[in-house]
């Protein structure tokens, strides 16, 4: 089992930049890949980020490459996810979640088996 709990969520202008935390206990082979995902009002849940935990390596979706960092810090059992030049249409729910392996895709939501409950980012203009 693993559990996952984000915060950092908030409201911020367009322009701006959030910090997205995900604090994760348990099991340390389920959570192999951490990764973030965003569900907007009305759209389908959509891969943000993912980093593998064992070697650190990140992959991105186009809409936020360039912008969103994903990080680890493993002492701290902790994922973060830098937001920079955010836009209104990053406004969603985030969830970060935890998996084994990617083998549905890296960024596909059925390759994670945990998910914590969501920190809202609102992005106004």
């Known amino acids: 089992q693993v559990q996952l709990v984000e915060s950092g969520g908030g409201s911020v202008q367009a322009g701006g930049s959030l910090t997205l935390s995900c604090a994760v206990s348990?099991?340390?082979?389920?959570?192999?890949?951490m990764a973030w995902f965003r569900r907007a009002p009305g759209k389908e849940r959509e891969g943000v980020a993912t980093?593998?935990?064992?070697?650190?390596?990140?992959y991105y979706a186009d809409s936020v490459k360039g912008r969103f960092t994903i990080s680890q810090d493993v002492a701290k059992n902790t994922v973060w996810l830098q937001m920079n030049s955010l836009k209104t249409e990053d406004t969603a729910m985030y969830y970060c979640a935890a998996g084994s392996r990617p083998d549905r895709g890296i960024l596909v939501s059925e390759s994670y088996n945990y998910w914590g409950q969501g920190t809202q980012v609102t992005v106004s203009s």
């Open positions: 348990g099991d340390i082979d389920s959570r192999k890949w």
């Open positions: 980093i593998y935990t064992r070697g650190y390596n990140t």
